[in-house]
């Protein structure tokens, strides 16, 4: 405190729950803020940045929930194994198609054409 200047320097340590953005399942969310909030006591300073303060108590709660609040990622994703866990892997009428799985998974309607593709290079190799 500083005259009618009250400068607070706090750390805010935490885990916060959020949803994973692919599954919902709960991710927790390790955060660490530095915070420098500045107080007033005399109702004649103006300045955006200084909060006035017009009782013997200085409250600290509001400035660090919105602290936490503008500490939220936009999203978060879950570990691999539990995304595995809990991802759904078919459901009525549909089923879920990894990458790898996609590029060794050939479409049944396009294996005609890969065997007449092959025939065509076997007649070909027998002409020459």
Same mark, same amino acid.
């Given at each position: 405190?500083?005259?009618?200047?009250?400068?607070?320097?706090?750390?805010?340590?935490?885990?916060?729950?959020?949803?994973?953005?692919?599954?919902?399942?709960?991710?927790?969310?390790?955060?660490?803020?530095?915070?420098?909030?500045?107080?007033? #006591?005399?109702?004649?300073?103006?300045?955006?940045?200084?909060?006035?303060?017009?009782?013997?108590?200085?409250?600290?709660?509001?400035?660090?929930?919105?602290?936490?609040?503008?500490?939220?990622?936009?999203?978060?994703?879950?570990?691999?194994?539990?995304?595995?866990?809990? #991802?759904?892997?078919?459901?009525?009428?549909?089923?879920?198609?990894?990458?790898?799985?996609?590029?060794?998974?050939? &479409?049944?309607?396009?294996?005609?054409?890969?065997?007449?593709?092959? &025939?065509?290079?076997?007649?070909?190799?027998?002409?020459?």
């Amino acid at each position: 405190m500083d005259g009618e200047d009250i400068i607070c320097d706090f750390q805010i340590q935490g885990t916060m729950i959020l949803p994973c953005a692919r599954t919902l399942i709960d991710v927790p969310y390790v955060f660490s803020i530095d915070a420098y909030e500045s107080f007033t #006591t005399s109702a004649y300073y103006e300045d955006e940045e200084v909060h006035l303060n017009d009782s013997e108590v200085l409250d600290l709660m509001p400035y660090i929930k919105e602290n936490v609040l503008l500490e939220i990622p936009l999203r978060v994703f879950a570990e691999k194994k539990e995304l595995e866990a809990n #991802t759904v892997k078919e459901g009525n009428g549909w089923t879920l198609i990894t990458g790898e799985e996609k590029i060794e998974k050939v &479409d049944p309607r396009l294996e005609k054409l890969k065997s007449l593709l092959n &025939d065509k290079s076997n007649k070909e190799d027998s002409k020459g």
